[in-house]
């Protein structure tokens, strides 16, 4: 799911814990262009706001691209393992 075209929030408001999303970070916009501090914002937003249950929280397309800077890499993997672990 392409954050930029499909607003996950509204997804998650009207189908509730019987989806679950895939994707919800930026590719083209976040991971290309943000700081790595934004991008663990942006997992920890997600996180919070759509919970752990049902959200496989990734990049939108693959993360290996010439454009995609490896700390921007890096800063999603090691907010994911900090933010995403359930308690």
């Known amino acids: 799911m392409q954050p930029d075209v499909v607003d996950p929030l509204e997804i998650k408001a009207v189908y509730g814990d019987r989806v679950a999303l895939w994707g919800t970070v930026g590719a083209q916009t976040t991971f290309a262009f943000a ?16 919970g752990r249950a049902g959200l ?32």
């Open 56 to 87: 496989v929280l990734c990049p939108a397309y693959d993360i290996d691209e010439p454009d995609i800077p490896w700390e921007n890499i890096l800063a999603f993997l090691e907010a994911v393992e900090e933010y995403g672990s359930a308690p």
């Open 35 to 50: 700081a790595p501090e934004q991008i663990r914002r942006e997992v920890k937003l997600r996180i919070e706001t759509l």
